[in-house]
């Protein structure tokens, strides 16, 4: 399997029954939210690109495998009304409808008239609110844990790409007992979603790549690096539906609302001979579809 021994692993601490890890900022330096993307993995030397046994698959995290895009959405509904006063339910819709970039980028594209001194203020408050209101209680989908389970069983190596802070990432990857099984972790600290693939790309090359996301920029950010094949999470709560239809229509070789059965998914989608653009079947899709009013 393709991940760090334990020793070798990121230096937070284990959650375990009797223990919570307190949801604090990872290491001594203040982030810094950048207006515009930053060099990839700038905080750390070059990785020596290798060579991997099957392929990897690169996961977004919020609301690919956090289950917490309902409520970050609300957050960023409040800050986006109280500093540009925009109604929370348009700032929510505006949100959900530009998720996948950073939220610098999102507040950039909204509001480029405003300042840009305003406009980091907004992003800064977003990131610290997110942490509290958001990730303090934020869960993993029931099914990620059997599911890397499954993946690092079948020799996939595992990373993750987030346009959130990668010491947040880490952390709530961490006290949720998920960290073990990646590799890496980019944030947005290390670049944009596009970046991230290309990095991987190098690291990997001549390797398969799979991105796991949940939005429409998930789904372009694939396609715009050479060899990724993008696959996506279908959501659906209060006021907001993408389907796996939507999905596969941007691009998405293979969309549900569950991730269950994505093993399954990739070895249709690399299978000699086979076509690559698969779905659930159709009793599998309604029975993940979510009920109404989540």
Known sequence: MANQAPEERSELPMAGPD????????????????????????DQGPVAARTIERGA??????????????????????????AFGTPETEGRLHYLATTGMPFEAQVSQLYGAAPLELRRSVAQQFHQRKISE????????????????????????????????????????????????????????????????????????????VLVGDSRFDLEAAQSVEGVIAVARASSFANWNLSPDDLRRWGAK?????????????????????????????????????????
């Open 19 to 42: 223990r919570e890890v307190p949801l604090t900022m990872a290491g001594s330096a203040t982030s810094q939210f950048a207006e515009i993307s930053r060099g990839v993995i700038a």
């Open 57 to 82: 698959v690169v996961f977004d995290v919020d609301g690919t495998l956090l289950d917490d895009m309902a409520t970050i959405s609300e957050v960023a509904a409040k800050v986006l009304f109280e």
């Open 134 to 209: 958001a990730y303090a209680r934020a869960k993993p989908f029931p099914e990620i844990p059997k599911l890397l389970k499954r993946l690092a069983a079948a020799k996939w190596t595992l990373a993750v790409s987030t346009g959130a802070e990668r010491e947040m990432a880490d952390l709530v990857l961490e006290r949720e007992g998920l960290r073990y099984w990646f590799e890496d972790v980019l944030g947005s600290g290390q670049g944009t979603k596009r970046e991230h693939l290309a990095e991987y790309r190098r690291r990997y090359s001549g390797a398969p790549i």
């Open 254 to 294: 293979w969309a549900d609302y569950s991730l269950t059965g994505l093993p399954e998914a990739l070895e249709q989608i690399f299978a000699p001979g086979k076509k690559s653009a698969v779905g659930p079947k159709p009793e599998a899709r309604a029975a993940s579809r979510p009920r109404k009013g989540r």
